[in-house]
């Protein structure tokens, strides 16, 4: 079945280094892959997202890579700050028009 | 972007009663919304897909006897435990598709955290 995977479980970086998660997906007919950010007890937040006929996007500090092929896409964070640490979600919203989310990373910036 | 309404924020009930959650899209209209629950500290599992005007979509494993979904209309859809079991204690989330030109992002509520004594 539709299945996305989400690698590493929790990440811990020092303030100003890069912080990079990786998730895989199934369904090859997936065509859009955003990315949330959730904090503890709130709803997850759209932060960036790309669609499958585009390689790479970037927003400021964040940016999303895409490689079909393989069925991997990933989130780099650079030049981290301590507001940066929450959780972070992958998605892939799938041929059945659902969105599926990968496990979670839970991102530590240590000050 | 899209706002997604959510009430109740917190729900605090005893156990066999039915509990009900409401989504709204506030700013565009929604003809399918989704239902996800979220324990600690885990992901978001989809539980259903709801589609305005016809019967809701269950993934694997949900009971749809047991979550009642409802999508009314283009702004509404609700979710109703019924006869709540400690179990069925969580966190719900909605979310609602906006079409952003030609693309359709989802937007998400504020979540419920239900609490099941």
């Known amino acids: 079945g539709e299945n996305v995977e989400q690698h590493p479980s929790t990440l811990s970086v020092q303030e100003g280094d890069s912080a990079v998660i990786k998730c895989t997906y199934s369904?090859?007919?997936?065509?859009?892959f955003p990315w949330y950010k959730q904090e503890l007890g709130k709803r997850p937040q759209l932060i960036i997202d790309i669609r499958s006929n585009v390689g790479e996007k970037k927003d400021q500090r964040i940016a999303v890579t895409l490689n079909k092929t393989a069925k991997h896409f990933s989130l780099h964070i650079t030049e981290t700050q301590p507001e940066d640490s929450a959780v972070y979600f992958c998605a892939a919203h799938t041929g059945g028009f659902k969105t599926i989310f990968g496990a979670g990373t839970r991102l530590f910036v240590k000050a | 972007g899209a706002v997604v309404s959510q009430h109740p924020s917190w729900v605090i009930c005893k156990s066999g009663t039915s509990v009900k959650i409401e989504c709204r899209s506030l700013?565009?209209?929604?003809?399918?919304m989704f239902w996800y629950r979220q324990f600690p500290k885990q992901s978001l599992m989809l539980m259903a897909t709801?589609?305005?005007?016809?019967?809701?979509?269950?993934e694997q494993g949900v009971e749809k006897d047991k979550f009642l979904i409802n999508h009314a209309s283009l702004t509404l859809s609700t979710l109703t435990v019924t006869s709540a079991h400690p179990e069925d204690s969580s966190f719900y989330i909605c979310?609602?598709?906006?079409?952003?030109?030609?693309?359709?992002?989802?937007?998400f509520g504020s979540g419920t955290q239900l609490s099941v004594l």
């Open positions: 709801s589609n305005e005007g016809s019967k809701a979509t269950y």
């Open positions: 369904d090859s007919a997936s065509n859009y």
């Open positions: 979310s609602a598709r906006d079409r952003v030109g030609l693309n359709e992002k989802l937007f």
């Open positions: 700013d565009f209209q929604a003809t399918t």
